[in-house]
């Protein structure tokens, strides 16, 4: 069974623009966790989709965005990138409503905003 | 919101037992503590996780203490595997949403 994936793997990106990142989920699974992780803040929690619907939610501002398809596939949208969104953006997929001990996360994508 | 806090590194010679702490001084009655760990350039990995009562799996022991203020995760009989950033995580809810509370990590460095 492949694992969770992730595309791009590296993206680099200015101020100002918006960035769409892509997660394929474990096939089967429904749910779709995103989380941001950066030397000082370390990991912190995004969003979670599960069945085309975003479930639950950390603390980021509006810039930060999702959405679910039919298929499970998430995608999440930064708009009007700032130098502190630069990061790795994990994705974590599990079977049903996200629990911690569930979850199976894919190897990342590194944002760099310049 | 509840908020964890844990050292930023730790040293445990191998073979002998890792005790890594967490404050989670805020935590609500419904609120459970969840520990992963992340190796380098690998995705985060689940360990363990509790509400009140003290657990033990293959992995570790996670001890809460009755105020549930603090937890304690130990690796019994630390490898060099075992070398690792260990998170803290508090899950908690509210209005029927969830929301994971993750502390800075405690990098353990395993020393032979």
């Known amino acids: 069974k492949a694992g969770v994936t992730q595309t791009p793997r590296y993206l680099i990106k200015t101020r100002g623009q918006q960035v769409t990142l892509s997660c394929s989920p474990i096939s089967g699974h429904r749910s779709v966790s995103w989380y941001q992780q950066t030397p000082g803040q370390g990991l912190q929690f995004l969003f979670e989709?599960?069945?085309?619907?975003?479930?639950n939610k950390g603390n980021f501002p509006g810039r930060f965005s999702g959405r679910q398809f039919s298929n499970s596939r998430s995608e999440m949208n930064v708009s009007t990138l700032e130098l502190g969104d630069s990061a790795l953006y994990l994705c974590?997929?599990?079977?049903?409503?996200?629990?911690?001990?569930?979850?199976?996360f894919g190897p990342g994508t590194r944002l760099t905003v310049l | 919101d509840a908020k964890t806090t844990q050292p930023p590194s730790m040293d445990c010679a191998e073979g002998r037992a890792a005790n890594l702490p967490c404050n989670h001084s805020t935590i609500s009655g419904n609120e459970y503590v969840y520990w992963y760990r992340q190796i380098h350039s690998q995705g985060p990995q689940y360990i363990i996780h509790g509400l009140k009562n003290n657990e033990t799996n293959e992995m570790a022991s996670l001890i809460i203490t009755e105020d549930r203020k603090s937890s304690t995760l130990i690796l019994p009989h630390a490898t060099l595997r075992d070398t690792a950033v260990y998170y803290c995580?508090?899950?908690?809810?509210?209005?029927?949403?969830?929301?994971?509370?993750f502390g800075t990590g405690t990098r353990l460095k395993v020393l032979a």
């Open positions: 974590a997929s599990s079977f049903g409503l996200a629990d911690l001990n569930e979850q199976f």
């Open positions: 989709y599960f069945s085309e619907t975003q479930r």
């Open positions: 995580i508090v899950r908690a809810i509210t209005s029927g949403t969830y929301k994971y509370i």
